[in-house]
C-alpha cells in the first residue's frame, strides 16, 4: 500500500514537474505561418516548421512568418506630385512570404518578427515606390482622372520591387487623400471645362453632318438640273438633225387653210399663185 502511494505520487510528480515544463519546449505555430529556427549552438536551421505544435529545445529560437495573405494597412502616408504639391494618403496591401525565402528573410532582417519588417521595411519601400510613380502625374490627375493608373502604377513597382526579397504582394490598395478647398474648386473646374469641351465635340459634330447634309442635296439638285439640260440638249440636238427645207415646207402647207392675206395698202405686195398650165 505504501509502495502503490510512493508510485502514485511519483508519477504525480513527474506530470506536474512536465506540466510545468512543457511550455518551455512546445512551440505553437498559427494558422497560415510557418517557423524559422534559429539554433543557439548550430545558427539558422534550413527547415521551416509549419502550423501546429512542435517540441522544440529551449536552446532554439523559433521566429513566425506569415505564408498566408496578410492584410496591411498605412494612414497620413506622404507623398509627392508633379507640381510639387505634397499630399496624405493611406496605403492597404495584401502580401505572403515565399515559404523558401523564409530563411533568408530571418538573416536579412536579423530574426525581425513580419510585423517589425512590415512598420518597418516594407512601409519605407511602399513609400518610395509611391513617391516614384505619383511624381509623374499632378495633384489634379491623381484626384481625379488618373487615380485608377496611379493605383495600379504603385502596385506594380512594389510587388517588383519586393518580390526579389521573397514578399509577394497580391494588391495594393491607393485611397487618394480629399482635396482641400482650393483643390476641389480646380477640380471642379477642369471638370466643366471638360464637360464644355465634350459639349462643344458634339455641337460640331452635329454641324458636319448638316453641311455634308446640305452638300449632299445641293449635290443632288445640281446633278438633277444638269441631268435635264443635257436630256434637253439632246432632244433639241435630235429635233435640228430632223428638220429639213422640205419637212419644213410640208408643215407650212398643211398647216395653211386656202385663205390668201388680206392686206390694204399701196405698199402691199401681191403674192401670185402658180397656175396650172392649160396649153397642155
Excluded at 173 to 197: G, H, N, S, Y
Excluded at 202 to 212: G, H, I, P, T, Y
Excluded at 233 to 240: H, L, S, T
Amino acid at each position: 500500500m505504501n509502495n502503490f502511494k510512493i508510485g502514485a505520487f511519483v508519477t504525480g510528480g513527474i506530470i506536474l514537474f512536465g506540466a510545468i515544463l512543457t511550455p518551455f519546449f512546445v512551440t505553437t505555430i498559427g494558422a497560415g505561418h510557418a517557423g524559422v529556427v534559429y539554433n543557439r549552438n548550430g545558427g539558422l536551421e534550413q527547415q521551416t516548421l509549419g502550423q501546429g505544435w512542435h517540441l522544440v529545445s529551449p536552446f532554439k529560437r523559433v521566429t513566425e512568418y506569415p505564408i498566408a495573405t496578410e492584410t496591411v494597412k498605412y494612414e497620413d502616408v506622404t507623398i509627392g506630385t508633379k507640381d510639387g504639391k505634397p499630399i496624405k494618403t493611406t496605403f492597404q496591401y495584401n502580401y505572403h512570404i515565399e515559404p523558401t525565402k523564409l530563411p533568408d528573410i530571418f538573416n536579412k532582417f536579423r530574426g525581425a518578427n513580419s510585423e517589425v519588417i512590415e512598420n518597418g521595411f516594407l512601409k519605407s519601400r511602399l513609400t518610395e515606390m509611391a513617391k516614384e510613380v505619383t511624381t509623374k502625374y499632378t495633384v489634379l490627375e491623381i484626384l481625379g482622372e488618373k487615380s485608377s493608373e496611379v493605383s495600379l502604377g504603385i502596385q506594380e513597382k512594389f510587388a517588383e520591387d519586393a518580390k526579389g526579397i521573397g514578399f509577394i504582394v497580391e494588391a495594393v490598395t491607393f485611397t487618394p487623400p480629399v482635396p482641400d478647398e482650393q483643390t476641389q474648386k480646380a477640380i471642379q473646374a477642369k471638370v466643366d471645362a471638360q464637360q464644355k469641351l465634350e459639349q462643344e465635340k458634339v455641337e460640331l459634330e452635329k454641324a458636319k453632318v448638316v453641311a455634308q447634309k446640305q452638300r449632299e442635296e445641293a449635290k443632288g439638285k445640281a446633278d438633277s438640273v444638269l441631268i435635264e439640260a443635257e436630256g434637253q440638249a439632246k432632244a433639241n440636238q435630235v429635233i435640228r438633225q430632223s428638220l429639213t427645207n422640205e419637212l419644213v415646207q410640208y408643215e407650212t402647207v398643211k398647216k395653211w387653210n386656202g385663205t390668201l392675206p388680206q392686206v390694204s395698202g399701196s405698199n402691199t405686195p401681191i403674192v401670185q399663185l402658180p397656175t396650172a398650165n392649160t396649153n397642155k
